[in-house]
């Protein structure tokens, strides 16, 4: 059946880059999403990336997927303590419009 | 627009007593999911409309759990008697179909804690 898998926690300190990994099984996945939850507060959609690319930039976001190896990352680079939060990967299921998510890597910013 | 709008922020009740969260999707949506967050479970998908229509119940943890979407705007996710075990943080989600990239908005969640 469908899964993600995400490691549960990363600690990296302010200025450095955090880069969180995920994988999916769904090989017909056409959209692959990172939404980001900080304390008391709902998901939130920080970037996607179609399945046809390799790479996709934002600002200090960068998003890679290895397709063949069923592999997503989401690198953050000079890493703020706003940064602090629970980072989810999502895959879109199939055909449907329902999202599989992840367990959620929590990600803390130390000084 | 507001975003996805729910109802109560927060709700603590007692063991047996029923329980009723509310949800207002973004206007325009056509897909509302329910969600529920545990510290041992994750996000679990519960249930999800298209078109005010229940698609896919099959995460629904038992009968005591019952979802409606009577219109367009509004739907309801009812947990009736409610146990201890039901304390968790509850989310609605809206969608478009006209949007192809597919992205779900999430209200900020309703916390539930059954004593």
């Known amino acids: 059946g469908e899964d993600v898998e995400q490691s549960l926690f990363l600690s990296v300190r302010e200025g450095d880059s955090s880069v969180i990994n995920c994988t999916y099984t769904?090989?017909?996945?056409?959209?692959l999403y990172w939404y980001k939850q900080e304390p008391g507060a709902g998901l939130q959609l920080l970037t996607y990336i179609f399945s046809n690319m390799d790479m996709k930039q934002d600002q200090r976001l960068t998003v890679l997927l290895n397709k063949k190896d069923k592999h997503l990352s989401l690198r953050i680079a000079d890493t703020q303590t706003g940064d602090s939060a629970i980072y989810f990967c999502?895959?879109?299921?199939?055909?449907?419009?329902?999202?599989?998510f992840g367990a959620g890597t929590r990600l803390a910013v130390h000084p | 627009d507001a975003g996805v709008i729910q109802s109560p922020r927060h709700e603590v009740t007692e063991m047996g007593q029923e329980v009723t969260l509310r949800c207002k999707p973004i206007?325009?949506?056509?897909?509302l999911f329910w969600y529920r967050q545990t510290m041992m479970r994750g996000l679990e998908l519960l249930i999800y409309?298209?078109?005010?229509?229940?698609?896919?119940d099959s995460g629904m943890p038992e009968d005591r759990f019952s979802a409606k979407m009577p219109n367009a705007s509004f739907s309801t996710l009812k947990i009736q008697p409610s146990e201890p075990r039901d304390s968790a943080v509850y989310f609605c989600a809206s969608s478009s179909t006209g949007q192809v990239k597919n992205i779900q908005y999430f209200g900020a969640g309703t916390r539930l804690s059954v004593l």
């Open positions: 999502a895959e879109r299921y199939g055909g449907y419009n329902k999202l599989i």
């Open positions: 769904d090989s017909s996945s056409t959209y």
């Open positions: 206007s325009g949506h056509d897909y």
């Open positions: 409309f298209n078109n005010n229509v229940p698609i896919d």
